[in-house]
């Protein structure tokens, strides 16, 4: 091999022609790695559809670095003198160059930023300046705060950014428009679906590759139809912008049997690995509100997604530390039910959400917080194992991205830090915001019994067992009031019941 200045790395989730590293880079001197690892992909029990998506995606940008005149050491996974690991291939291609220096861009987990840092060569890591909030902008913003709301850290993006405003004001006089934007979708078949790509000679390669080393992860490999190039991602935001933002917005929170989209965008996968800019995202969806192609209602809420939701959690997540992940201050102990990995259930939302998983690798936000985090934090899961769960089965998932949200706002394991109240609902919310009570084994109206749905037995059980922490959390206390005007005998029940539900759960039957 020739010779070579410096290791330039680039990561599975920094698929973008500018990022840091590459910027930084001399395409004469440099020599960029890019590895396809055991390590990577088996520290948790990955989807293979986001495996086959990443390393896809990465062959498919590794050529077009080659073909714009870079020098790419790029290692496959089924490559017999692949080193397993990051800092292997780091230090196996130094000796090969003669390298002595490596060049990266600040990686967006703790663990990976940790093996850099031990690496037995000078690691220079840049700051990854693909977000529009910059960490240390971010400790600028929180310094002080008594609490981290999102709302308040999404004006200031706003306001930054000029995105949707009109002079220093938010455009139509609002910051956001929630409360037209929760409604109740109905099937059609003339929704429009996120377009689907064919795989080509290199995809069809890794799909092999992947079907041949990881036949037991949990999960549907084909048909499998993602975007692995930047061209191919921003056919697909065009075509979401063209055919469902309009309609994003008022259904986003719904859900539907037998639609596993809706009106979704399906693109956080291509924004997370680099595909797409969250700026450019940001702005397609405000063009197609200024020329009037959308309602403001739909453009609003799908930027704040990105523009402040997506920005809040990345800085929360540097801010709160590598020990995060680990956080359990409910001191939830219970392992991991069964059925989120495939098994039965007879709970028509979870088995809704969990098959769409392993079918797409993909579940809408309100399926994520309101359904399965939903059921495991009312069923005291250690966090823990959710978050490992999320990490694994979702081809958007990152750790930067998905601790906060699970641990975060849907455990309530951070104690607090994402959210002011635990996102905790009865079997009403789904029933409300989906039709899959209609079919379902239990019935949702009945709030005891052996047909009582699981999720209103679980909500009272979980409020009354933390009473101690949010009796006096003001957005919390009517709960309780409505608990304590409930009969004795009926209150006794409730919690007997969901006693022996959690009891059949721990040990493996079927709910």
Known sequence: MVRSARLILVLCDQLTPTVAALRAADRDRD????????????????????????FAAMRHFAAELEAGGWRVAYTRLDDP???????????????????????????????LIQLLQDLPLPVCLLPDDRF????????TWAEGRKSLRMEYFYREMRRRNGL???????????????????????????????????????????????????????????????????????KALAHFIEHRL????PYQDAMLEGDAFLSHAVIGLYLNAGLLAPLEVCRAAEAAWRDGRVPINSAEGFIRQILGWR???RGVYFREGPDYPRRNALNHQRGLPPMYW?????????????????EHAYAHHIQRLMVTGNFALLAGVKPWEVHEWYLAVYADAYEWVEAPNVIGMSQFADGGVVGSKPYVSSGAYIDRMSDHC???????????????????????????????RFARNPRMAQMYRTWDRMAEDRRSTVLAEADALLDRLSAGEVV
């Open 81 to 111: 003198d692949n080193a397993g690991s990051i800092p292997g291939e780091l230090l196996r291609r130094a000796e090969e160059t003669g390298a002595h220096e490596v060049l990266a861009t600040e990686p967006g987990e703790w663990r």
């Open 132 to 139: 529009l909030c910059s960490r240390r902008d971010f400790e």
């Open 31 to 54: 020599t960029v790695v890019m590895a396809e690892v055991a390590e990577e992909a088996a520290y948790v029990p990955h989807h293979p559809k986001k495996l086959a998506f990443l």
């Open 438 to 468: 209609r079919t379902c084994h239990y019935r949702v109206k009945d709030k005891t019994g052996p047909k009582a749905c699981p999720f209103n037995l679980l909500y009272w059980h979980f409020l009354i067992r933390h009473r101690d």
């Open 246 to 249: 309009a309609d994003f917005g």
């Open 342 to 358: 495939g098994a039965e259930t007879r709970m028509a939302c979870m088995a809704a959400a969990i098959g769409q998983t392993r």
């Open 164 to 234: 949707m405003m009109e002079d220093d004001q938010p455009a139509g006089g609002q910051w956001n428009y929630d409360h037209d934007n929760r409604e109740r979708a109905t099937p059609d078949l003339f929704r429009a679906r996120p377009p689907r790509f064919e795989p080509d000679r290199i995809t069809s390669e890794v799909l092999d590759l992947v079907e041949d080393r990881f036949p037991d992860n949990f999960g549907d490999l084909r048909p499998f139809w993602f975007a692995v190039t930047r061209t191919d991602a921003r």
């Open 311 to 313: 920005e809040f959690i």
